[in-house]
């Protein structure tokens, strides 16, 4: 399944296949970017990050995609298990060091 | 790994009163730190960046006599709601930033949920 972020915030998926959760960001003076979880009632987790310099990272299960040329970030699940159901947020970094999110994109993974 | 602690996690107040959330960095020193708000069903809102030792530094649209910050010490950031009101209610998060390996990675308290009556 595959979301476009700020005009699909609800995503499902069947367990078992792999998820695509998508980030425009509007700064393209930010130099870093996080990928985040958060379930409800409860902080973000860190999942993954990439540097500007960067257009791929690799993690365990998760991939994050940079393209600096529309400004958009992108974030694979592989694999989608029922413990990933939950928000997601990418945040860019601006050049004053603070953190900006996205809109967030709520995933539910159907057993 | 780093853990930052938010303290009350849930707090019901009458209008008119004033709350403080306490965020605390565990087992590092965070010389910043940064306080978000969260409306349910919505993203994260940068309010202020709490620096150790000077004044915050608030977000446009942010009242800064209404969110009180203080950065009194390297490990903790208080967030003061003066004077609630039920339009204050929110869930408040603070995160700290966490110095790793050629970036710097922000790191979450578990957040504070302030329900205003």
């Known amino acids: 399944g595959e979301s476009v972020g700020l005009h699909l915030p609800t995503l499902s998926v069947q367990e078992g296949d792999n998820s695509i959760i998508n980030c425009a960001y509007s700064n393209s003076a930010s130099d870093y970017f996080i990928w985040y979880k958060q379930e409800s009632g409860k902080g973000p987790q860190f999942i993954i990050d990439i540097r500007s310099n960067m257009d791929k990272r690799q993690g365990q299960r998760v991939t994050v995609l940079l393209n600096k040329t529309v400004k958009h970030l992108s974030l694979q699940i592989a694999a989608t298990q029922p413990g990933d159901s939950a928000v997601y947020f990418c945040?860019?970094?601006?050049?004053?060091?603070?953190?900006?999110f996205g809109t967030g994109t709520s995933l539910t993974v159907i057993p | 790994g780093a853990v930052v602690s938010q303290h009350p996690s849930w707090v019901i107040c009458k209008s008119g009163t004033s709350v403080k959330i306490e965020c605390r960095s565990l087992?590092?020193?965070?010389?910043?730190m940064f306080w978000y708000r969260q409306f349910p069903k919505q993203s994260l809102m940068l309010m202020a960046t709490s620096n150790e030792g000077s004044k915050a530094t608030y977000e446009q649209g942010v009242e800064k006599d209404k969110f009180l910050i203080n950065h009194a010490s390297l490990t903790l950031s208080t967030l003061t709601v003066t004077s609630a009101h039920p339009e204050d209610s929110s869930f408040y998060i603070c995160s700290a930033r966490v110095r790793g390996p050629g970036a710097n990675v922000l790191t979450f308290g578990a957040g504070s949920r302030l329900t205003v009556l």
């Open positions: 945040a860019e970094r601006w050049t004053g060091n603070q953190f900006y």
């Open positions: 087992d590092f020193q965070a010389t910043t």
